[in-house]
């Protein structure tokens, strides 16, 4: 007996009106090659956003003296699926965040807002960013 080959596809049934109403879209779209085009993108944007809203945008992801590093998961793309790694900087009374070029950003805020980084500025001395 030869062996089953592995396959690559398996089917999902959804209601009749669905697949109508797909169908209907995939002809006045042509970017999508075929309904199984459409519900693989569909699907696979569903379940990114559905991790995005379980997951904080962002989390502290490593710390230092000099700064700390931000996980930004809107900052995903193809190339990072998890987001990108941000890294603010401080500096006596400033946070400075490279990726935004800014002292002023989300990223700054979520850094300043860490109990880790205000104990930082605290032992050097230094007033904490407004």
Request: net charge positive; hydrophobic share 35%; charged share 35%.
């Amino acid at each position: 007996m030869a062996p089953k080959k592995q396959q690559h596809f398996r089917g999902i049934s959804l209601k009749r009106e669905l697949v109508d109403e797909i169908e209907k879209f995939v002809k006045e779209y042509p970017k999508y090659k075929s309904k199984a085009d459409f519900v693989h993108e569909a699907v696979r944007v569903r379940m990114e956003q559905i991790r995005r809203i379980e997951e904080p945008r962002l989390s502290h992801f490593n710390l230092t003296e000099h700064g700390v590093r931000i996980q930004d998961r809107a900052l995903a793309s193809r190339y990072s699926p998890k987001g990108m790694i941000v890294d603010v900087y401080f500096k006596p009374g400033k946070a400075w965040c490279e990726f935004c070029n800014s002292e002023n950003c989300d990223h700054v805020n979520f850094a300043i807002d860490l109990p880790e980084v205000q104990e930082i500025f605290r032992k050097r001395g230094w007033d904490l960013p407004e």
